[in-house]
């Protein structure tokens, strides 16, 4: 079974800084995607930035980029110029790839959330 | 194009009655997943749908739970009776087929069972 750890349930940043957001998982799996998700307050969840396990470079969109340590098993996320509306929960999430053969291959397993802040 | 769409958004009731929650996937989303936070814990998994199909119900905690998906459309989690323990946000999330796309999310039913 695949483990998700986010050791960070708060953290706070002012806005323009940067902020990196931890992220460690276990898993024996070689192929496997990694996420963040983030829900705003009251709001709906939704995909900040995913990474495919065999690609060796580093997931990025716009603001976000990830930190992808394979060996380590490590996912962190860093956001540039922080912004008010990146003030959510953010979610790292886990999925293992493998061929679509009815089972249970897609379900994604989450760590706990980090509560991002960002101040003015 | 709409969301994921959840009904109710919010729901209070008292232990020993039933409560049923609804998820409008994406159209043409076959995958359908729900998925459940307990206050303070991870969000969990609970069961996969494939258009009316059960992939996967290995999340679901006991068989107080059930859930369909009649015409591969929308999907109903029924909880009866509900127990306290049953407290948390469900979600409902839906994807192509091709099972390694983005699972796009619904934004949850708060269900407090008092």
């Known amino acids: 079974a695949q483990t998700v750890t986010q050791s960070q349930p708060e953290m706070s940043v002012q806005e323009a800084e940067t902020v990196t957001l931890s992220c460690t998982y276990d898993?024996?799996?070689?192929?496997?995607?990694l996420f963040w998700y983030k829900q705003p307050p009251s709001r709906q969840m939704i995909l900040v930035i995913r990474?495919?396990?065999?690609?060796?470079q580093n997931a990025t969109e716009n603001r976000f980029s990830v930190n992808f340590q394979k060996a380590a098993k490590s996912f962190s996320l860093k956001i540039s110029d922080s912004q008010l509306g990146d003030t959510a929960m953010y979610f790292c999430a886990f999925m293992k790839q493998g061929r679509y053969d009815g089972g249970s291959n897609y379900k994604l397993t989450f760590g706990k959330g980090t509560l991002l802040t960002v101040n003015p | 194009e709409a969301g994921v769409t959840q009904f109710p958004s919010h729901s209070v009731i008292e232990k020993g009655q039933t409560v049923t929650l609804r998820c409008d996937p994406i159209s043409g989303h076959d995958n359908l997943y729900w998925y459940r936070r307990v206050m303070g814990k991870e969000i969990k998994f609970l069961l996969h749908f494939v258009k009316e199909s059960k992939q996967d119900e290995s999340g679901m905690p006991n068989n107080r739970f059930l859930a369909e998906r009649t015409g591969g459309t929308y999907s109903t989690l029924k909880v009866q009776p509900a127990e306290l323990e049953d407290s948390g946000v469900y979600f409902c999330?839906?994807?192509?087929?091709?099972?390694?796309?983005?699972?796009?999310f619904g934004p949850g039913t708060r269900l407090l069972v008092l």
């Open positions: 999330a839906s994807s192509f087929l091709k099972g390694k796309e983005t699972q796009y």
């Open positions: 898993t024996s799996e070689s192929n496997y995607y």
């Open positions: 990474q495919e396990a065999y690609k060796q």
